[in-house]
């Protein structure tokens, strides 16, 4: 019995914070998330060009970036979208380490919500006190141009 308030009284110390010697060797946090809804979307105004959804000005430090784009078609043909993490505003950068996925479809009111593939982000310490990463959309459709929305997340792992 003894034993087990000892354990007890441990873990309310170490859930209380005060056996900081038994911290971790990191911390998460912040939590930066943007949302951009339907209504207020970026239009993809030219087929097969990229755009910026969204930015964020991320520390040093290592991040996970995750989320999900949408694409609303507005009665056009859509046949492919995509979306990034990149580094350069309105250019899409592809290969996993940027967060590239791409989805298709046809003629539909909405393509298949994708998600981001969560993304490590590294920001040097020489870069100075923030970096921007852009989320970045390409829409490649025929007729009405159709908008980017969704919701991202960025996480500072350390």
């Known amino acids: 019995?003894?034993?087990?308030?000892?354990?007890?009284?441990?873990?309310?110390?170490?859930?209380?914070?005060?056996?900081?010697?038994?911290?971790?060797?990191?911390a998460f946090g912040p939590l930066l998330q943007q949302s951009i809804t339907?209504?207020?979307?970026?239009?993809?105004?030219?087929?097969a060009t990229t755009?910026?959804?969204?930015t964020f000005n991320l520390s040093p430090g290592?991040?996970?970036?995750?989320g999900t784009v949408n694409f609303t078609p507005?009665?056009?043909?859509?046949?492919?979208?995509?979306y990034a993490f990149s580094t350069v505003a309105a250019t899409l950068q592809t290969g996993q380490q940027s967060g590239y996925?791409?989805?298709s479809g046809g003629a539909a009111s909405t393509l298949p919500a994708g998600a981001t593939p969560a993304t490590i982000i590294e920001v040097p310490n020489s870069a100075g006190?923030?970096?921007?990463i852009y989320v970045v959309t390409q829409a490649s459709f025929t007729g009405t141009a159709p908008k980017a929305?969704?919701?991202?997340?960025?996480l500072k792992m350390n």
Do not use: D, E, H, I
Request: one cysteine or more.
């Open 129 to 132: 006190a923030s970096k921007p």
């Open 74 to 82: 507005a009665g056009t043909t859509l046949n492919s979208g995509y």
């Open 1 to 26: 019995m003894l034993k087990s308030l000892r354990k007890l009284g441990l873990a309310l110390a170490l859930g209380l914070g005060l056996a900081s010697a038994c911290a971790p060797a990191f």
């Open 101 to 103: 996925l791409a989805t």
């Open 62 to 66: 290592t991040w996970l970036c995750f």
């Open 149 to 154: 929305y969704g919701n991202v997340q960025c």
């Open 38 to 47: 339907s209504a207020n979307g970026v239009t993809q105004t030219t087929t």
């Open 51 to 54: 755009y910026t959804l969204m």
